[in-house]
C-alpha cells in the first residue's frame, strides 16, 4: 500500500472587518516585538501589545527607553492593574526623550497583525487609547485571545525546527 502525503489546511483566520485603519507595534531590531504576560489572565498566552495611534506607541517607546536610561533597568510594567483600574504606571522622570533602542512598525491590516501573533504562538492586545492621568495612564482596549488547529502548529514547528536547526 502507498501512502501520499497530504499537506495540512491552511490556517485561515475570520476577519476582523477592520480595514483600513493602521496598527503600530514597538519592536526593537532584531525581531523582538513588545509584548507582556498579563496577571490574573492565565487563559492569556504572552500578548503582543498594538496600538491604534502611532503617538502613542513613540510615547509609550520612548518613556521605557527613558526610563532604562536613568535607572539602568527596564521598568516593570504593571499591566496587571488592567484588571482593577484600567491604569498603567510607569515611572518617567523627565520629559521622554527617544533614544531609538526601539523603532515602532505600522500594520495597514489587523488580520496581518492577528496571523503574526498565531504564528508565533501569541495573543494581543489591542490599545485603542491611552490617556495620560496624574498618577498613570488610562488605557481602554480589547485583549484577543488567538487559538488554531493542531496541524497549524505542527506545521509551524516542524518549520522552524527546519529553519533553525544547527545540528547539520
Same mark, same amino acid.
Given at each position: 500500500?502507498?501512502?501520499?502525503? $497530504?499537506?495540512?489546511? *491552511?490556517?485561515?483566520?475570520?476577519?476582523?472587518?477592520? *480595514?483600513?485603519?493602521?496598527?503600530? *507595534?514597538?519592536?526593537?531590531?532584531?525581531?523582538?516585538?513588545?509584548?507582556?504576560?498579563?496577571?490574573?489572565?492565565?487563559? #492569556?498566552?504572552?500578548?503582543? $501589545?498594538?496600538?491604534?495611534?502611532?503617538?502613542?506607541?513613540?510615547? #509609550?517607546?520612548?518613556?521605557?527607553?527613558?526610563?532604562?536610561?536613568?535607572?539602568?533597568?527596564?521598568? $516593570?510594567?504593571?499591566?496587571?492593574?488592567?484588571?482593577?483600574?484600567?491604569?498603567?504606571?510607569?515611572?518617567? &522622570?523627565?520629559?521622554?526623550?527617544?533614544?531609538?533602542?526601539?523603532?515602532?512598525?505600522?500594520?495597514?491590516? #489587523?488580520?496581518?497583525?492577528?496571523?503574526?501573533?498565531?504564528?508565533?504562538?501569541?495573543?494581543?492586545?489591542?490599545?485603542?487609547?491611552?490617556?495620560?492621568?496624574?498618577?498613570?495612564?488610562?488605557?481602554?482596549?480589547?485583549?484577543?485571545?488567538?487559538?488554531?488547529?493542531?496541524?497549524?502548529?505542527?506545521?509551524?514547528?516542524?518549520?522552524?525546527?527546519?529553519? &533553525?536547526? *544547527?545540528?547539520?
Amino acid at each position: 500500500m502507498m501512502l501520499t502525503p $497530504v499537506k495540512p489546511p *491552511t490556517l485561515k483566520l475570520p476577519k476582523t472587518g477592520r *480595514t483600513g485603519r493602521k496598527y503600530y *507595534t514597538i519592536h526593537e531590531p532584531i525581531n523582538k516585538i513588545f509584548s507582556v504576560k498579563l496577571k490574573g489572565f492565565e487563559q #492569556m498566552k504572552t500578548s503582543v $501589545v498594538s496600538f491604534n495611534n502611532r503617538r502613542d506607541a513613540e510615547y #509609550m517607546s520612548s518613556m521605557i527607553q527613558t526610563h532604562h536610561m536613568y535607572n539602568g533597568e527596564w521598568p $516593570v510594567l504593571n499591566f496587571e492593574d488592567l484588571q482593577t483600574d484600567n491604569f498603567l504606571r510607569i515611572s518617567s &522622570y523627565k520629559k521622554p526623550s527617544i533614544d531609538h533602542i526601539f523603532y515602532v512598525s505600522e500594520w495597514s491590516e #489587523m488580520d496581518d497583525l492577528k496571523m503574526f501573533c498565531v504564528s508565533n504562538f501569541m495573543d494581543l492586545i489591542d490599545l485603542q487609547k491611552m490617556d495620560q492621568k496624574r498618577d498613570g495612564f488610562e488605557l481602554k482596549g480589547n485583549l484577543l485571545k488567538f487559538d488554531a488547529p493542531s496541524d497549524f502548529y505542527a506545521d509551524r514547528f516542524n518549520y522552524l525546527l527546519d529553519k &533553525y536547526d *544547527t545540528r547539520s
